[in-house]
């Protein structure tokens, strides 16, 4: 065995080697790794030099913490010489382990970039649409009609040996650079969603190795995006605005000192192209004949194409991208094609996916291939779309008549599973149509499996849909005239989101957004970021302060505090919290939530559902006033953790007085509530609102509830995320089981059954008794009622969070066996390293298979019989290394254990 210890996975703001930052005192962050039982790091030093051999011969010339005597290493902030714009960071660890050996990481990097407005020289530029058909006189005039994407480019000489090139680019809408016929980064669709009105980003590139002596061709593709495509619901182009403009700035540091840069001015060209028509929810129309061929080369001709024009630039800050870009993570053979009419096919590719289709095609010139997308089949084979509502989700391709084409779109994406194709000129082959799956490539965190196979089908679709739903935002689906960053979908899912995927810096990006979008009078929206509304869209405050989808300014960073340790998200968005809750009391006096100006979506798409958006009702007002409390309890939390006391005590004494007022107003003796369902319960006994010699009462009403419903759930979006974890922490774990493993409808396993690879918006999207639920809203990828995955790796696995330790510094192993499952397990990647939890029970022998990352510690929870030990590999557990005993709780032997893997075996008691 290989005993050294070692140091790993170095980032910067949760990001491996970023480019191009803002924050001028990053914070850092490492994994230690080593085999033997019970590595800590006692020390640690941070060494930052300006260049690769100023670190490599012990110059730190940025900064060097010396020797740090503490055990940290995650968010240990940069601490040195004051960082610039364009500053390249080199940086390095060294940890002592508890035994005295030292351990050196490899190198890492981050680079600065513009932080201040002086910086940027480049101008903003746009296509003068006047003189676009002019460019392509012959081609129809959609050329020039909104959604037309305008092509740019512009040459320069390079004449001496270049040393570093770094392009900075930015847009309102979306850009895609070129670069002497190369693409310029693998991200797509960016700049990405903000409030253009409030702040808009820019990425950094380094483009080094693309440079080429003597002449260069700097290119770009601008199409609508968010900016001024369709967003949302409404019929409407250009919340932000309808004229898109570009802005490059190409820095070359040249090898003989000099420097030279290459900006968006008046000297840019610019025509219009084969892309007829791009749009987000539209879809786009590509005509190939109408390519721009050579258009990236130097020699290419482009006198015929148009003076642009300088447009002023946008009065709002330019901020760095603090998050991973959306990119193409992955591509996907169809498993099925069937031709349903004469020319008309049908793919299938066995996954409901975010993206578009990559196709290959032969034919003659002007023949037209259209793809629509759907995510179900109606029952006679077709595609269905009504639910897809006013987005038509249809590509067009125009053949330009070469012996092979193949192509993608660039500026639109799809929800779909299913694919019709109309129009091709023969019979497809195998590998002419390719799914190409598209989202924010946040890292894979977790892995969950058990021995059902619905379950881990039920996970698969979890994990799907927040992979085809995380794209720049949480969006509620992907498929519809909608796609908003909903924030009660997001509160809800998050904390399964974040073991299946490492989601720090994407809901770090969007917790800004979430600001942003604040009123004035401390009014969280229900959406964001918020979209610019004229005179005919709803007013700021209509779609905003509804219960638990406002509350999740404050669920957001709470969680991400918890889950990751981090109190700088605490600290950024305080007094938005703080006004928040002063909102709140201020509006609502007698301490019950129920400011009839407020939206309340109560618990959407219970059963039975109530989809009305402005009425209330006592559980609406019941769960609103639930989750004021609650927020109430967590800025108490947070405050402490930031060591504001005073205002601990302060948010301490809110959350009393609006328990007190909810026992006033519902809790009846014995523990019953005033208003009868599953979620009053929950949230009742999730939130801590009931006496403690009254919790167990109203445990049993849930039960009976539950029972009532034929052992159903009856929940929508809010009580579910809290169903299964209540029920399991009040002594019902065997009703959660039971809840989890249902097969027919209502239940999770019912969508399963019939063909799902998605979480479905609504528990009866599709029934065998009725078909389509009303295709006004009934996505089919929409993962807010799969937050029970949070169940699957906090119960089943049990993988849990130390209440009083954020971070996973110190955690839980404590696993729930039911359901007659042979085995479960899961892995997850949280900060400090890797976590694993398997057991597996044969007969009456349980086994648990545990590791604990290096510089962590964990109670684990065995289940066992009292009567017989606990054996760790083959000693008994009191006796093995790194295992401490301490004792038993309820049906479980509790030891603590420090890093490494470990082998308990009990005699378990079903």
């Known amino acids: 065995m290989n005993n050294r210890t070692k140091v790993t996975r170095l980032r910067c703001e ?20 080593a085999a033997r039982r019970g590595v800590r790091q006692i020390a640690r030093q941070v060494r930052v030099a300006s260049s690769t051999e100023r670190l490599a011969r012990g110059d730190a010339d940025l900064w060097d913490s010396g020797r740090v005597e503490d055990d940290r290493s ?60 002019k460019a392509h006189h012959a081609i129809t005039p959609t050329l020039t009609r909104p959604g037309t994407p305008p092509w740019f480019r512009k040459t320069f ?12 680019a930015s847009a309102r809408g979306l850009y895609e650079c070129t670069l002497n016929g190369q693409r310029v980064g693998q991200d797509i669709f960016t700049p990405e969603w903000t409030d253009y009105n409030k702040r808009i980003q820019y990425r950094t590139y380094d483009i080094t190795q693309l440079i080429k002596p003597g002449s260069n061709v700097l290119g770009a593709i601008l199409g609508d995006g968010w900016y001024s495509g369709y967003v949302g619901w409404q019929e409407t182009r250009g919340r932000y605005g309808l004229q898109n403009s570009l802005m490059l700035q190409l820095e070359i540091e040249l090898m003989d000192g000099r420097r030279m840069t290459v900006n968006t ?24 004949r109408q390519e721009l061929t050579g258009w990236m080369e130097t020699h290419y001709n482009d006198s015929q194409w148009c003076p642009v024009k300088v447009v002023p630039a946008p009065q709002v800050p330019l901020v760095s991208q603090p998050s991973e870009s959306v990119c193409l993570v992955e591509t996907i053979d169809p498993v099925s094609v069937h031709e349903i009419r004469p020319g008309v096919y049908i793919y299938d590719l066995g996954q409901n996916i975010s993206g578009w289709i990559r196709m290959r095609v032969r034919g003659a010139a002007g023949t037209t291939v259209t793809l629509r997308h759907g995510e179900r089949l109606n029952p006679d084979g077709t595609l269905y779309t009504e639910n897809l509502r006013r987005a038509r989700a249809t590509d067009v391709y125009i053949l330009k008549g070469s012996r092979q084409e193949i192509w993608e779109p660039r500026f639109t994406f799809h ?37 059902h196979p619905l379950v881990n089908r039920l996970w698969l679709n979890i994990f ?15 498929q ?39 009123t004035p009078k401390g009014i969280f929206p229900d959406t964001a970021p918020r979209l610019h509304e004229g005179e005919n869209f709803v007013g700021l405050d209509d779609l905003g302060g509804a219960a638990a989808w406002a509350d999740a300014g404050v669920i957001i960073p709470w969680t991400i505090w918890r889950v990751y340790g981090d109190t700088g998200i605490l600290e950024r968005h305080w007094d938005a919290m703080v006004a928040w809750l002063e909102y709140l009391e201020r509006t609502n006096p007698r301490y019950i939530r129920e400011n009839e100006l407020a939206n309340n979506y109560g618990d959407w798409l219970c059963i039975p559902s109530d989809t009305t958006f402005r009425t209330h009702s006592p559980m609406k007002t019941l769960l609103a006033t639930a989750y004021w409390a609650d927020d109430a309890a967590k800025l108490a939390c947070m405050a402490c953790a930031l060591a504001r006391h005073g205002e601990a005590q302060r948010f301490e004494a809110m959350f009393e007085r609006v328990r007190a007022a909810f026992q006033q107003e519902w809790l009846l003796p014995n523990g019953r509530l005033a208003v009868e369902n599953q979620t009053a319960y929950v949230l009742a006994l999730a939130f801590n609102l009931l006496p403690e010699d009254q919790k167990d009462n ?48 209502p239940s999770w396993l019912y969508p399963v059954r019939h063909g799902a690879t998605t979480i479905w918006e609504r528990w009866n999207g599709w029934t065998e008794q009725d078909g389509f639920f009303d295709p006004q809203m009934n996505s089919f990828n929409h993962y807010s009622l799969g937050s029970v995955g949070e169940w699957l790796y906090r119960c089943v696995a049990g993988i849990e969070l130390d209440p009083e330790v954020p971070g996973f510094k110190q955690f839980i192993i404590r696993p729930y066996p039911g359901g007659a499952l042979e085995y479960a397990g899961a892995e997850y990647q949280a900060l400090p390293g890797l976590i694993r939890s398997r057991w597996q029970r044969k007969d009456t022998t349980f086994t648990l298979e545990v590791t604990i990352p290096a510089n962590t510690i964990a109670r684990v929870y065995v289940p066992s019989n009292p009567s017989r030990p606990v054996m760790e590999g083959q000693v008994p557990a009191e006796q093995a290394e790194g295992v401490r005993p301490l004792g038993r709780r309820e049906q479980f032997a509790l030891f603590s254990v420090g890093s490494g893997s470990y082998n308990f075996k009990s005699t378990f008691i079903d």
């Open 698 to 745: 109203a445990a049993r009403h849930l039960v009976e509830n539950i029972r009532n419903c034929h052992w159903h759930l009856s929940t929508g979006f809010i009580g579910i995320s809290h169903l299964n974890p209540t029920l399991t922490a009040m002594g019902r774990s065997d009703v959660a089981w039971h809840l989890l493993l249902n097969e027919d409808y």
């Open 415 to 451: 929800g779909f599973q299913f694919i019709e194709i109309n129009g091709l000129p023969a019979k497809p082959r195998p590998g002419d149509i390719i799914g190409c799956v598209v989202h924010s490539a946040t890292p894979p965190a977790g892995h969950f499996e058990c021995s």
């Open 464 to 478: 799907w849909s927040q992979k085809d739903n995380f794209l720049s935002v949480p969006t509620d689906c992907p």
């Open 74 to 133: 995650t968010h240990i902030p940069y601490c040195g010489v004051v960082l610039t714009s364009r500053i390249s960071c080199y940086w390095q660890v060294r940890i002592w382990d508890e035994q005295g050996n030292t351990s050196v990481s490899e190198p890492a990097c981050w680079t600065m970039g513009l932080l201040n407005s002086a910086d940027w020289q480049a101008q903003w530029i746009a296509a003068d649409t006047s003189f676009l058909e």
């Open 265 to 288: 001015d008046d000297s840019w060209r610019c025509c219009a192209g084969p892309i007829l028509f791009s749009d987000f929810m539209m879809g786009e129309t590509y005509d190939a």
């Open 14 to 33: 949760y990001l491996e080697n970023p480019i191009g930052i803002d924050q001028v005192q990053p914070r850092l962050s490492w994994n230690i790794e």
């Open 480 to 518: 519809r005239d909608e796609r908003l960053g909903w924030m009660g979908d997001a509160q809800v899912f998050l904390r399964t989101a974040s073991y299946n995927m490492n989601v720090a810096a994407f809901f770090t990006k969007w917790m800004i957004d979430v600001e942003d979008a604040q």
């Open 157 to 168: 000489e390079v004449n001496s040996p270049v040393r570093q090139a770094t392009l900075y």
